[in-house]
């Protein structure tokens, strides 16, 4: 994909480069602060999360450590599903640990809601959430979520780990993505 083509895609950039690494380094900050002498792990949820969760664990000033679940709920479409698959589990037992589940963005919360379900059967220490964008306006289901980096309006958001199709990740900020592109379920 050209650079041609990915300023296509981009209809606006809603949070910059500069704006969001601003936010990450405050997060850090709160978590660093609240986890202090606890054994933290992050849990990130591929693949949007992948970029967040880098900027975030550099930003933490306590030992922490890392594993990952991939999980599924869309499919090629824009909208949930409501039926979640788990495609890549822990490789970590959770059980008596201070787990943060690192989201790249939270929509409905039907999947977010399911996740927190089965990590919560493991039998965590405690069990939080960390998302770096959040659309209030399309929740379906209550998810408690203890860190915020920003509420956005209920617009197809691309960028830093956020796809259309596996495209636009890449880019160093979150945009909008162009109307033309948008399916029309969305």
């Known amino acids: 994909m050209s650079q041609t083509e990915v300023e296509q895609g981009v209809a606006e950039i809603l949070i910059d480069e500069d704006e969001l690494q601003r936010r990450i380094a405050e997060l850090g900050d709160e978590i660093s602060a609240d986890y202090h002498g606890r054994d933290l792990l992050l ?3 591929l693949k949007g999360a992948v970029f967040f969760m880098s900027d975030l664990m550099r930003r933490l000033t306590i030992p922490c450590e890392i594993d990952f679940m991939a999980i599924s709920s869309y499919g090629a479409s824009t909208d949930s599903s409501g039926v979640v698959r788990i495609l890549k589990d822990l490789d970590i037992n959770i059980e008596g640990r201070h787990v943060l589940v690192v989201e790249d963005i939270i929509d409905s919360g039907l999947t977010l809601s399911y996740l927190m379900r089965m ?3 493991r039998e965590p220490a405690s069990l939080e959430i960390c998302a770096l964008l959040t659309k209030p306006e399309r929740r379906e289901i209550d998810v408690d979520v203890r860190y915020t980096g920003f509420e956005i309006p209920n617009r ?3 960028g830093y780990g956020l796809d259309f199709a596996e495209r636009y990740r890449n880019l160093p900020y979150v945009a909008v993505l162009h109307a033309d592109l ?4 969305h």
């Open 182 to 185: 948008i399916p029309e379920s």
């Open 43 to 45: 849990l990130g949820v």
């Open 156 to 158: 197809f958001v691309i």
């Open 119 to 121: 990590l919560e059967s």
